[in-house]
């Protein structure tokens, strides 16, 4: 199979109405996206992917009532998050109907539902007659792409199409809250920052396991890793320590000439850094670097979920 890149989204819909796959935009990253509703075709994004069958997918949906269509007894916090922060990089976690399939939700009672904030994939997912499953379009563990290059570059001859919608403006993965209970809490963070969600619902809690699935704790901690081995600390002192390697430095705002050298954000913007964060990671693993240093950023806003991600990347070396 030869994988197109293009901007069709008719040619996008007719293939996945037929039951194909393919990598979608999204104002986070990329998505391995088939219909949600085909337990065949959901069978097909964990096999592409990778993916172990225990970590559920989230259901991709084009208009935020379709929350109603696959969901019981929604919570106000549920409503009032969707009303606000929809479309956009948030997944709900509710209560699911029977209309999703077992194998979406790893035979889970509850399914994480988003709305993407991207016009093409809105575009797409109000045409067809179904919500789209799509993990990220990364081979499981490895770092999530923000371009449709970097869907090809690992996925190429797995799947038909990559529908081409530039690169993602957020960089980083949706937030998600799980609203299944009365007390809402964040599994992951993510592209909305926790500052903005407890504005909506006051203060809510943060538990981040190694993985968001509760069943297997431990089984993820190394998530959104580069091939080569990343150590977080401070730059100077790890450069120093490392002398006999080559090494390669991933930096907040300050430039390392000496050094394959990827700076996230110059003036310390961190949505700039989110942005960044992905594609940078891969330029220094593709790089012929021995070793990626990398420091941490400041921890508020988006910065938490940057280093969520600078965290889980780096291994211990
Ligand atoms: O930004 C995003 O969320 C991207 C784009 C493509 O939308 N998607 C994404 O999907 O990051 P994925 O599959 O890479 O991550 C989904 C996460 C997994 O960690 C999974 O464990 C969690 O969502 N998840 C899905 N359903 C869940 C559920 N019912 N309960 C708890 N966690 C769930
Ligand atoms: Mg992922």
Redesign the pocket.
């Known amino acids: 199979m030869i994988t197109l890149v293009g901007k069709n989204i008719e040619q996008a819909a007719d293939l996945l109405q037929k039951g194909e796959l393919c990598g979608i935009p ?1 104002e ?4 391995l996206a088939g219909n949600a509703l085909d337990s065949e075709v959901v069978a097909q994004i964990f096999e592409v992917k990778g993916r172990p069958v225990f ?4 259901v ?1 949906i084009g208009r935020a009532s379709d929350l109603l269509l696959f969901s019981e007894e929604l919570s106000d916090a549920a409503k009032m998050l969707a009303t606000s922060f929809w479309p956009g ?1 948030l ?1 709900l ?1 509710v209560k699911r109907n029977a209309i999703i399939p077992d194998l979406v ?1 790893s035979g ?1 009672d ?3 539902i ?1 709305m ?1 904030k991207h016009p093409i994939s809105l575009e797409l997912l109000q045409k067809l007659p179904f919500p789209l499953a ?4 990364n081979p499981f563990g490895y770092i ?1 792409p923000t371009s449709a290059a970097h869907v090809v570059d690992q996925l190429n001859g797995k799947i038909s199409y990559v529908l081409d919608g530039g690169p993602s403006s957020i960089g980083i ?2 937030t ?1 809250v ?1 609203c299944s209970s009365d007390k809402p809490c964040i ?2 963070l ?2 909305l920052s926790i500052e903005a969600i407890e504005k909506v619902i006051g203060p809510i809690d943060v538990m981040t396991h190694s ?3 509760p069943a297997a704790p431990g089984m993820l901690s190394n998530h959104y890793s580069p091939r080569k081995p990343m150590i977080l600390g401070k730059i100077p002192e790890l450069i120093e320590e490392h002398k006999a390697l080559k090494v390669g430095v991933l930096s907040f705002t300050q430039a390392y000439e000496n050094f394959t050298n990827k700076v996230l954000s110059k003036s310390g913007d961190l949505h700039e850094a989110a942005r960044n964060l992905f594609g940078f990671m891969r330029l220094l693993d593709e790089s012929d670097c021995d070793l990626i240093i990398a420091e941490s950023v400041p921890d508020r806003g988006l910065g938490k979920a940057i280093n969520d991600r600078l965290n889980r990347a780096s291994s211990p070396y």
């Open positions: 999204t986070t990253v990329y998505g970590d559920p997918l989230i991709h990089p997944s976690i939700t889970l509850t399914v994480a988003r993407p799509a993990p990220s379009a999530s993965e949706s998600i799980d599994l992951r993510g592209g993985s968001s699935q």
